[in-house]
């Protein structure tokens, strides 16, 4: 087997290291963040086991496949067959030294229902027992069958790891090592954001353009992300993964607000809420911001493209023009996209715990004015504040300040620190801008910062 580099990992390799065995470990984290390149990764060099729990076989071929590696480890002879799940754990907790690693526990739920139960029992009644990791993508599953009262793993695991995208800083090292940099490398962050199994494919695939990801990895006939939301909707939501698939083209639209969504997505507003709530807190699709105001924007960009550029495409588009069309998709995403990254970004720049878009409302003139802020963060304990433009193109800042002045002069109380920022891919017509003021458009500076 190949051995995989691993970016951005080093904390949570570290943490698995230091408990001691035997141990259980659940790791989880949304689909292709990398759980199953880290717990690899940890079982490198020593006596493992590793099941993946897939959903669509069913509970005795998967006891049969289990029981053959098992049995392969335990040195059984070659007639013996384990025909339950209580004698497979009989065996398992058996070899002492092992780490088995159970990958996309929670499919176990549909699979064998009762296999979560059989392991709580051998963990608490085996004095003698591996050690054992559990991973999951599907994160509010995951979350209800450790954190639970009740639940069967409930205070047993000794390590509970929310496993994350990757820090910008992470995914600019591989780009670099990739050979891509500058621009092109802060254009692939907006496309995939931290998630390293879209880097891995343009490694494989050895793309070096964002265009060329599109049209082969993306758009292309065969292409590994052509059906990818498709998917993973599906295989966590069953059947009614076409009312979220609608949902999520609705915010791909541009709708953010409920009432906006169900229109959109023709779902009465009253029956959203558990739609909603499957998309921010089982799958982590989407995030929910509370502020001045409520509205929903993805936490995956790349969902957002591919159902920009693939899933309003292709039933309309000839096979031989989907790259083309979806290539097409590529500068007004960079636009919507270049100020959620901006959002992203803004907290580890500046000292506020998170970036929203806000808007303010003035009186001018005897009218109403309204004012739109691409990113506005407060630090309430700093009474600090900081209001960024965000322009995928030109920034002239003589003409961006005034309106960020004006907007902080609505959103925030008197007495404040108040920064500005504008981030921009290339200057405006405008000079330097004035103290107080930073002007971010240098790619490798930004990366550096973040």
């Known amino acids: 087997m190949a051995v995989i580099k691993l970016y951005g990992r080093e904390r949570e390799l570290g943490l698995l290291r230091r408990l001691r065995e035997p141990f259980l470990a659940v790791v989880y984290g949304r689909r292709r963040v990398g759980k199953t390149a880290l717990v690899l990764k940890f079982l490198e060099g020593r006596p493992h086991l590793y099941f993946f729990v897939n959903p669509r076989k069913p509970p005795r071929l998967l006891l049969e496949e289990y029981g053959e590696a098992l049995r392969r480890a335990a040195g059984l002879p070659g007639y013996v067959r384990l025909a339950s799940w209580d004698e497979f754990f009989d065996v398992l907790f058996s070899l002492r030294g092992y780490a088995v690693a159970f990958d996309e526990f929670q499919w176990f739920a549909e699979v064998a229902p009762e296999v979560p139960y059989i392991l709580q029992r051998f963990w608490d009644t085996r004095a003698e027992k591996p050690s054992v990791i559990i991973t999951g993508s599907v994160v509010g599953l995951v979350r209800r069958l450790v954190a639970e009262s009740g639940s069967p793993l409930f205070g047993r695991a000794d390590l509970v790891l929310e496993l994350g995208e990757l820090e910008p ?9 990739m050979g891509i940099a500058g ?13 390293p199994y879209y880097y891995r494919l343009a490694q494989q695939w050895g793309v070096k353009t964002v265009e060329e990801a599109v049209r082969l990895l993306v758009a292309g006939e065969g292409g590994p992300l052509r059906h990818e939301v498709e998917f993973v909707l599906a295989e966590a939501l069953g059947g009614e993964y076409r009312t979220h698939l609608a949902i999520l083209d609705a915010v791909a639209g541009g709708a953010t607000k409920l009432e906006q969504i169900a229109s959109h997505a023709g779902v009465k507003a009253t029956s959203l809420p558990p739609y909603m709530s499957d998309l921010t807190e089982l799958l982590h699709v989407l995030t929910r911001f509370r502020g001045r105001r409520t509205y929903y924007e993805f936490r995956d960009r790349f969902y957002a493209f591919w159902l920009r550029a693939v899933y309003r495409h292709r039933d309309v588009t000839p096979e031989d023009a989907l790259g083309d069309a979806a290539a097409a998709e590529l500068e007004e995403f960079f636009r919507w996209a270049f100020e959620a990254t901006v959002r992203e970004l803004l907290p580890r720049l500046y000292p506020v715990r998170r970036a929203t878009k806000e808007t303010a409302f003035l009186r001018s003139g005897g009218r109403r004015v309204q004012l739109d802020v691409d990113a506005f963060g407060v630090n309430e304990e700093r009474k600090f504040a900081v209001l960024a433009e965000a322009k995928w193109g030109p920034a002239d800042p003589d003409e961006i300040l005034p309106k960020l ?19 921009a ?26």
């Not at 800083?169 to 090592?177: E, G, K, N, R, T």
């Not at 290339?426 to 990366?447: D, F, K, Q, S, T």
Request: net charge positive.
């Open 425 to 450: 891919n290339r200057p405006g017509a405008g000079g330097i801008p004035e103290p107080g003021v930073c002007l971010r458009g240098r790619w490798g500076e930004v990366a550096r910062r973040v």
């Open 405 to 423: 002045r004006a907007a902080a002069q609505a959103l925030i109380p008197s007495g404040w620190e108040v920064k500005y920022a504008i981030f």
């Open 169 to 177: 800083s992470a995914v600019f090292q591989w780009l670099h090592d």
């Open 183 to 195: 621009e092109e490398a802060f254009k692939f962050y907006m496309l995939f954001g931290g998630v």
